[in-house]
């Protein structure tokens, strides 16, 4: 039987499709690099945008200072990249999301969260 509850989850799970989607293609009307470059150069980026991530991360432990902006725009950065790689691979980036989330309840209620290995 639905529920409300089903219904609301509905609701938002096609909200978050809709925004994901809507960011999506603002990324790729920002993506300059050339075509023979694609997935390349934004598999690269987002590497290079994960190591920004992890440096003002560091730098917590150096200096002591919790730049959370700073985070908050590098992770803004990954976004991106991730959008403009999805874009790229003719793949939305709600459909990686919705199947990252399953992937990880499935996990979940299987008890396998933990351990390693792609494929548990
Ligand atoms: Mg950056």
Redesign the pocket.
Known sequence: MITQEDIDAFKRFNDIDYLMNEYQDMAAATAIYKTEHQVIYPALGLA??AG?VANKVKKILRDGKFDREGIS??I???LWYIAALCRDLNVDLSEVAKNNISKLRDRKERGTLKGSGDKR
């Open positions: 290079a945008e920004e725009d590098e803004g950065d990954c």
